[in-house]
């Protein structure tokens, strides 16, 4: 079975430019999430979506949009960008929510560069 | 705002000894602690997590002892491989999931031969 896909996998932009990164979940999971992760950091929490609806957000300004699709495939959306969006963006997907989330899958990121 | 961290940067093992990886939280409204394991250009992935109902779970070679008087988590891998070089990272929870997740900054485990 397939893991979490994200793509695309490496990507360069300039600033002020906008960028859409996609990630597919694990078959039968309902939540994905993403995370941004700045080299050398923890993974920073940036949205979740459970069934369709956001179900968490972190403290991320309101150039960060997501949304999750029918078949709980999830795109993340980032306007205006910065020099300091630049990073590896995490998507990860499990089965619920809540105390039902169970373990938390990861893709293995997107790695945006913004020039 | 609290955040989870971790004591050490890097932390460098023989080959076949023990490691301990220490991390502190400070967030008393966590209730559930998870270690993932990320290797270079990949996602993290899942160790071992726990609840904090408890104050040791085990695994396959792996250990998670939790204290929540004093707020802290520990990682224990015995007989360590070269495998297991990686960075470490703890993170910690609300409501019993993994909602969410506060992430400390990692330690870089190093595996001497």
């Known amino acids: 079975d397939a893991g979490v896909t994200q793509s695309p996998t490496h990507l360069i932009k300039t600033r002020g430019q906008q960028v859409t990164l996609r990630c597919s979940p694990i078959s039968g999971h309902k939540s994905v999430s993403w995370y941004q992760q700045v080299l050398g950091q923890g993974p920073q929490f940036i949205f979740q979506y459970y069934e369709k609806e956001e179900r968490g957000r972190g403290n991320f300004p309101d150039r960060f949009s997501a949304r999750q699709f029918p078949n709980y495939s999830s795109e993340l959306n980032v306007n205006a960008l910065l020099l300091g969006d630049s990073a590896l963006y995490l998507c990860?997907?499990?089965?619920?929510?809540?105390?039902?989330?169970?373990?938390?899958?990861f893709g293995e990121g997107s790695r945006l560069t913004v020039l | 705002g609290e955040s989870v961290g971790l004591h050490l940067p890097t932390l460098s093992v023989q080959e076949g000894d023990n490691s301990i990886i220490n991390c502190a939280y400070s967030?008393?409204?966590?209730?559930?602690f998870i270690w993932y394991k990320q290797e270079s250009g990949k996602g993290p992935q899942f160790i071992i997590d726990?609840?904090?109902?408890?104050d040791k779970r085990q695994g396959q070679r792996v250990t998670v002892l939790l204290n929540k008087t004093v707020k802290h988590l520990s990682l224990q891998i015995a007989a360590t491989q070269p495998g297991d070089s990686a960075v470490y990272f703890c993170a910690e929870g609300q409501g019993g999931g993994a909602d969410g997740l506060t992430f400390g900054k990692g330690t870089h485990l190093i595996i001497q031969p």
């Open positions: 726990i609840r904090s109902n408890m």
């Open positions: 990860a997907s499990s089965l619920g929510g809540g105390p039902n989330t169970g373990e938390l899958f």
């Open positions: 967030n008393s409204a966590s209730d559930y």
